[in-house]
């Protein structure tokens, strides 16, 4: 059974950082490209970042490029979000998503695993 675990959510203030984490078991991870997504309340889910199986290429949405990186260690089966200079606008719902490609996706239904999600709220 495919699972994709995220922690590391939490409150952190406007200018903080956070580190997401993905734990994924139940799948050859390095078959898989893997990305970040997010909801905001009220909102649909939107691309955040994503990467390729073995790391070497990376994609940011505009809204998070410059301040978010997106890595992957696939001895760990790890994926992880380190997110600098937060802003109130990031607070949401983060998840974490498994794609059975070596090519990365900012589309959501090109996705095949999900995460649970962890809560990210950023004060003002």
């Known amino acids: 059974q495919v699972q994709l675990v995220e922690s590391g959510g939490g409150l952190v203030q406007a200018g903080g950082s956070l580190r997401l984490s993905c734990a994924a078991s139940g799948l050859t991870f390095s078959n898989y490209a893997t990305g970040w997504f997010r909801q905001a309340p009220g909102k649909e889910r939107v691309f955040v970042a994503a990467?390729?199986?073995?790391?070497?290429?990376?994609y940011y949405a505009d809204s998070v490029k410059g301040r978010f990186t997106i890595s992957r260690d696939n001895t760990k089966n790890m994926v992880y979000l380190q997110m600098n200079s937060m802003q109130f606008e990031d607070t949401a719902v983060y998840y974490c998503a498994a794609r059975r490609s070596i090519y990365y996706s900012s589309y959501g239904n090109d996705y095949d695993y999900w995460g649970q999600g962890t809560q990210v709220t950023v004060s003002s």
């Open positions: 990467i390729t199986w073995n790391g070497a290429s990376t």
